[in-house]
Structure formats: C-alpha cells, structure tokens
C-alpha cells in the first residue's frame, strides 16, 4: 500500500538549515508527484512545495521562494526539501503527499506522511 515517512525535522535557529526527507513506497516516483505541505500551530495547512513526475519540474509557495529547494532520489524513490536561511515563521508540522499531479490544496492528495516537526527559535 502507498506509504509516505517523513523525517529530519528539529530544532534550528533562525538563519539555520534542515534537510526533511520523505521516504515513499507502495508507487513509484516515475507516476506521481510529491509535494510538501506545513501547518503551523493555529493555522490552516499550506502548500509549500512540489515536484513532478514526468520531468521533475519544481514548484514554490513564494514564502519559501529562494530558500527551500525540492529534489528526488529516484533509485530511492525518496523526495527530500532542503530548507535554508530558515525563519520562525517557517516552524511548523512539515508532511508529505502524493497524487497525479501537483496542485496548492490539500483537498488535490489522496495520500499523506505522518509529518515532521520543525521549529526555528534562538
């Protein structure tokens, strides 16, 4: 069955870096996308991140825009976010998803990781 683990969260300060991985398996990465969502505590799931199937075309909520980088590792059919200059606005619960094709919402994913905390503080 489809299932998506995602890990590397943590504690970082601001200015700081973290690499969250999303380990899937059940498909394959050739056919769906991956993209990254994250809740903040009080607020509503956002969409922060995409990648393709086909050709791995790359998507980004602007927040994030020049400081968070999505890439795949197809022989380990593992998708990770590289996450820098990191702010407290950024702290929040980092999950996973997977679908046909990339969209902004979460109503557009069948499928979704347990989640990963993050949280940027001095």
């Known amino acids: 069955q489809v299932q998506l683990v995602e890990s590397g969260g943590g504690l970082v300060q601001p200015g700081g870096s973290l690499r969250l991985s999303c380990a899937a398996s059940g498909f394959t990465l050739d056919y769906y996308v991956i993209a990254w969502f994250r809740q903040a505590p009080g607020k509503e799931r956002e969409g922060v991140s995409c990648i393709s199937s086909s050709d791995g075309s790359t998507y980004y909520a602007d927040s994030v825009k020049g400081r968070f980088t999505i890439s795949r590792d197809k022989a380990k059919n593992t998708v990770y976010l590289q996450m820098n200059s990191l702010k407290p606005e950024d702290r929040a619960v980092y999950y996973c998803?997977?679908?046909?094709?990339?969209?902004?919402?979460?109503?557009?994913?069948?499928?979704w990781g347990q989640g990963t905390e993050v949280t940027v503080s001095s």
């Open positions: 998803a997977t679908d046909l094709t990339c969209g902004w919402y979460v109503f557009e994913y069948a499928y």
